[in-house]
């Protein structure tokens, strides 16, 4: 039952976030290109801040695992998505050097990650690499979104269905992001879509290896949730929050505000109705 349960919330959030990316793109994006990722980035970093801090932490340190050994892997966690976020922007700087000068930096806003808001910087039109480097990228951590899906569901199946919620709304700006590169690269819009889409379905592998992993490993959940709330934590607050850093009116201040609000309030309402059943 776990292991369906998994399978369906991966596929959920990771295919089902590329089609409510191009479906928001296609109502909203050719009017306002840029608030509806803003809003989506601030709704992104409000789910995630609290599903790390109100959900994934608290089941770890519930858990029987040392809280001082809890703290060193939230460390540990927070500086590995420093060095390999650094690592991709050198590597993608160096790229950048030798492509076209980037002429579409509002792209970026629409991403969730650092490897996809520099790609979507580095890499021109007709760029036929750039595309499959948007792709690789992006296969890589739908396949480490699925592990981290998995490892919430084996700890309870109400944290599973939050972690993939949040999972899905931070996906959402970031797959924008990437059909934007690939519609760049293909003049094709449906095959730009399906390979998104495609690259969204690894999160499905991620979750079975996840699951069979945690299961034989059950001792170290505590820690794969921890390693999640690491990956949430960075994400929102290097990723996603300083995106949201600009000067804008009272109006659209109030509006990112009550955004990230929401998604808190989201994680939190769904956090009370699992508590209460639980019960």
Not at 132 to 148: E, K, P, R
Not at 234 to 256: C, F, G, K, M, N
């Amino acid at each position: 039952m776990t292991l369906v349960a998994i399978i369906l919330a991966t596929l959920a959030a990771g295919i089902g976030s590329v089609w409510v990316a191009a479906l928001l793109m296609g109502l909203g994006g050719s009017r306002s290109p840029g608030m509806m990722p803003q809003r989506l980035l601030s709704l992104a970093a409000g789910a995630l801040l609290a599903t790390a801090f109100m959900h994934l932490l608290p089941e770890a340190f519930e858990s029987h695992g040392e809280a001082h050994d809890l703290f060193i892997t939230l460390l540990v966690g927070l500086v590995f998505f420093f060095l390999l976020s650094k690592a991709e922007l050198w590597h993608h700087g160096h790229e950048h050097s030798h492509a076209h000068p980037p002429s579409h930096a509002h792209h970026g806003h629409g991403h969730g990650h650092a490897h996809a808001h520099e790609q979507g910087h580095g890499h021109g039109h007709g760029h036929q690499g750039g595309g499959w480097a948007v792709l690789t990228g992006d296969s890589v951590h739908c396949f480490g979104d699925g592990v981290l899906i998995a490892s919430a569901f084996v700890a309870d199946i109400r944290l599973g269905l939050i972690a993939a919620l949040s999972v899905l709304a931070h996906e959402v700006p970031h797959h924008m992001g990437d059909i934007v590169v690939l519609r760049q690269s293909s003049s094709n819009r449906r095959v730009a879509l399906i390979k998104v889409s495609m690259a969204g379905a690894v999160t499905t592998l991620g979750g079975i290896a996840g699951y069979f992993l945690i299961g034989q490993l059950h001792e170290l959940l505590p820690y794969f949730l921890v390693v999640a709330s690491s990956s949430f934590i960075y994400v929102a607050l290097a990723d996603l929050i300083p995106q949201l850093q600009r000067r804008l009116s009272a109006r659209e201040t109030a509006a990112q505000v009550g955004w990230l609000l929401l998604g808190i309030v989201l994680v939190t309402v769904m956090s009370g109705a699992a508590h209460s059943h639980a019960h």
